[in-house]
């Protein structure tokens, strides 16, 4: 039976980096990851190119778009646009194409990809796990991570993350053109989707195009893109597929690790409730999952709670911001686009959320500040 420092169940984006940050490290790691490689990914692929410190390597060939402004509407009209001019911009990725360079990387140094499998059984002997896959497939670890998306099986398996996780609904499609989207914006469209927002996102030549509802779990069907979204984005022609998914979003400050077990990604309920902003919490998670799990391997140690706790602090006090923004703002929106986003310092704040130059505690300290000034005065 063959015997590995790390398994890791899931081969996208949070699977991969931690993958490829181990294995840069130089500790034997496989990845087991179901489906065959280059299927459509419904991920929109907006990021903030400051991740890229979390990233070790260049990344250039699955960017599509840079960004420089974004256009946000209110039933196709009321415009707010926000400059991204600054110093960090926000790239769109194409996310099959970001998550094979992580795993091809990965592999350049020494990393075994295991697909397509899934993992059926997870045993535990001393100090060892005992991994066994749907074709029979059978190793051992010493840690394990969990990277198997918002569908996690594993997560609560081992009790990482929120017992009973929250999920926002979303569907997808990409539509070949760019309609009416210029090639460096992004389009936030609201009022046609109840407790939530539209996007269009620009790639070379197509649009990665999306639903998604953050409260009340409303359902989203095809009637609902066809009527209105398409066509408030210049595009016509609907006869490509849609994908539905289900994205486990934050939902409170938890433990995301166990004994010689760890949750990142989805997995790990990082997804921001208000914008859906998943990759960035998946790079911070592998990095911080790969340098704690490396800490323990180079010292014979076993304690993971430095993880949560920096995953709590760096991702969690923000996030607990961004679920009352978007409880808030989901349930009274239009008021919620009046007084948030077409407030004179919005646009700029909001640039500086997407670009990863200020995060919701920082912003909501600040309003908090500015009303107690107020009621001073
Ligand atoms: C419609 C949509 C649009 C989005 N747009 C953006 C955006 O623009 N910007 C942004 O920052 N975030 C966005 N997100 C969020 C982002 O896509 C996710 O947060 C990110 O993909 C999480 O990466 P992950 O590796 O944790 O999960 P995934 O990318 O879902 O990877 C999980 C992997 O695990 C595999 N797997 C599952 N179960 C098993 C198993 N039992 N055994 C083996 N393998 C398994 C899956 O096949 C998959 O490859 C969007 C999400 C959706 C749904």
């Given at each position: 039976m063959k015997n590995f420092d790390v398994v890791i169940i899931g081969g996208g984006l949070s699977g991969s980096s931690t993958a490829l940050n181990l294995s840069k490290k130089g500790f034997s790691v496989l990845i087991i990851e179901k489906r065959q490689e280059g299927i459509f990914k419904p991920?929109?692929?907006?990021?903030?190119?400051?991740?890229?410190?979390?990233?070790?390597?260049?990344?250039d060939q699955a960017i599509e778009s840079k960004i420089k402004n974004v256009e946000f509407r209110w039933e196709s009209s009321d415009e707010v646009i926000a400059d991204l001019s600054g110093e960090s911009p926000f790239w769109i990725v194409r996310r099959e194409k970001l998550d094979k360079l992580l795993i091809d990387e990965a592999q350049k140094f020494g990393c075994e990809l295991r697909r397509p499998a899934h993992v059926e059984r997870i045993t535990r002997q001393s100090k060892n796990w005992t991994i066994l896959c749907n074709d029979n497939f059978i190793c051992k670890s010493k840690f394990l991570v969990i990277a198997d998306g918002s569908q996690s099986q594993w997560a609560g398996y081992f009790n990482l993350g929120p017992r009973k996780p929250k999920f926002a609904n979303t569907l997808a499609l990409r539509m070949e053109g760019l309609g009416n989207i210029s090639k460096d914006s992004v389009r936030f469209e609201f009022g046609?989707?109840?407790?939530g927002f539209a996007w269009a996102f620009p790639l070379k030549e197509s649009l990665n195009i999306g639903l998604g509802t953050f409260i009340n779990n409303k359902l989203l069907d095809d009637e609902f893109l066809n009527n209105k979204v398409i066509k408030s984005f210049g595009l016509e022609d609907f006869s490509f597929k849609t994908v539905k998914k289900k994205l486990r979003i934050w939902n409170g400050i938890h433990k995301l690790h166990g004994d010689r077990v760890i949750a990142v990604g989805d997995a790990a309920s990082l997804?921001?409730?208000?914008?859906?902003?998943?990759i960035r919490p998946s790079l911070i998670s592998s990095f911080h999952a790969a340098e704690c799990i490396s800490q323990c391997l180079s010292q014979d140690g076993?304690?993971?709670s430095p993880y949560s706790t920096n995953l709590n602090n760096e991702w969690g006090k923000s996030m607990a911001w961004g679920k009352r923004i978007a409880q808030v703002f989901y349930r009274f929106p239009k008021t919620g686009y009046q007084l948030g986003i077409k407030r004179k310092t919005a646009p700029q704040r909001i640039a500086q959320i997407l670009s990863g130059e200020m995060n919701y505690e920082d912003i909501a300290k600040r309003v908090i500040k500015r009303l107690l000034t107020r009621s001073e005065t």
């Open positions: 991920c929109a692929g907006g990021m903030a190119s400051s991740m890229t410190k979390f990233l070790p390597l260049n990344i046609f989707i109840k407790y997804c921001d409730p208000f914008l859906a902003e998943g076993e304690d993971l």
